[in-house]
């Protein structure tokens, strides 16, 4: 089965700093896909950012940028110039190019302080 | 504003009754999930519509069932409450043309369900 894992509970970045959520999954398949969403207190689930297994290119999305590392199995998230509007809590998710849903993880709580 | 509306956004009931939530997807899209976030937690997939007719299954207890209408709105059947239900249920839609889940799912507020 699919499994994505989280492994920070919570973070904590400065304002204008760097932060970067780890995510590990693990899959027989080749053909998937991997997203970051992002979770404030209004509870509104939010796509952060998207990489396609089969592109080799780190997806950056203005701030946000991943470290997609296909052998290891990894998918973190780097947020640069950290702001207070990024405090929420980050879900990394996959899904397999046939598959109907979305595995979450548990996520990962960051806090942005000043 | 993703374009999914969720209703209501939250209900207290009692254990052993019975809930329905609702939702309407973004205008065009056929597919439509069911997910369940408990406190604290990530979110459990539950059950998956394409165009009126399931798609796919999680973790559904055989207490909960749903469907989609001909209008493509989706509606989540609660029964037989337990304290354990308590939960954020969301409601996303995709276009999903085959019902895959290459693109973005789009997401709704939310139905806070709690369970006295």
């Known amino acids: 089965a699919q499994t994505v894992t989280q492994s920070q509970p919570e973070m904590s970045v400065q304002e204008a700093e760097t932060v970067t959520l780890s995510c590990t999954y693990d899959?027989?398949?080749?053909?998937?896909?991997l997203f970051w969403y992002k979770q404030p207190p209004s509870r509104q689930m939010i796509l952060v950012i998207r990489?396609?297994?089969?592109?080799?290119q780190n997806a950056t999305e203005n701030r946000f940028s991943v470290n997609f590392q296909k052998a290891a199995k990894s998918f973190s998230l780097k947020i640069s110039d950290s702001q207070l509007g990024d405090a929420a809590m980050y879900f990394c998710?996959?899904?397999?190019?046939?598959?109907?849903?979305?595995?979450f993880g548990t996520g990962t709580r960051l806090q942005v302080t000043l | 504003d993703s374009g999914v509306t969720q209703t209501p956004k939250h209900l207290i009931t009692a254990t052993g009754q019975r809930v329905t939530l609702r939702c309407s997807p973004r205008?065009?899209?056929?597919?439509v999930y069911w997910y369940q976030q408990s406190l604290d937690q990530g979110l459990q997939f539950l059950i998956q519509?394409?165009?009126?007719?399931?798609?796919a299954k999680g973790n559904i207890l055989e207490r909960f069932s749903a469907q989609q209408f001909p209008d493509l709105h989706s509606e989540l059947n609660l029964s037989s409450l337990e304290l354990g239900d308590s939960a954020l249920y969301f409601c996303?839609?995709?276009?999903?043309?085959?019902?895959?889940?290459?693109?973005?799912?789009?997401f709704g507020e939310g139905s806070r369900l709690t369970v006295l």
């Open positions: 990489q396609e297994a089969y592109k080799q």
């Open positions: 899959t027989s398949e080749s053909d998937y896909y």
């Open positions: 998710a996959y899904t397999t190019g046939t598959a109907s849903k979305l595995t």
């Open positions: 996303a839609s995709s276009r999903g043309t085959s019902g895959r889940v290459g693109g973005e799912l789009f």
């Open positions: 205008s065009g899209d056929l597919s």
């Open positions: 519509y394409y165009n009126g007719e399931e798609r």
